[in-house]
């Protein structure tokens, strides 16, 4: 797994259809993600669909460890640490890159 640190965030956001960009470097290099929002979910939600497991402050995502908002984060259906989510779980990011929901399916 690789942990990151985000060198920027952008919010490319124009309405409901925009995405979150976010440009980092982890243990690998350099990378460039992308989060777009999804009919369904909360307007502010830059969505995740990977599986996803609880690594008490991170969401491991795609073998990236992705940091959990502290104050803000909730889960549906919590799962302890070093538990998987349940399949279909969605992972909400903020505009900052942040994750602050885990939605359950």
Do not use: H
């Amino acid at each position: 797994m690789r942990s990151i640190s985000t060198s920027g965030v952008r919010n490319l956001t124009s309405g409901p259809d925009g995405q979150l960009v976010i440009v980092g470097r982890d243990d690998d290099g350099a990378f460039v993600a992308a989060f777009m929002t999804q009919g369904g979910l909360p307007e502010d939600c830059f969505v995740e669909n990977a599986t996803g497991i609880d690594r008490i402050n991170y969401i491991e995502a795609r073998g990236v460890l992705w940091l959990k908002a502290a104050a803000e984060f909730q889960a549906e259906q919590p799962v302890p640490p070093d538990s998987q989510y349940a399949s279909g779980t969605r992972f909400c990011f903020n505009d900052t890159g942040l994750v602050t929901r885990a939605i359950a399916p």
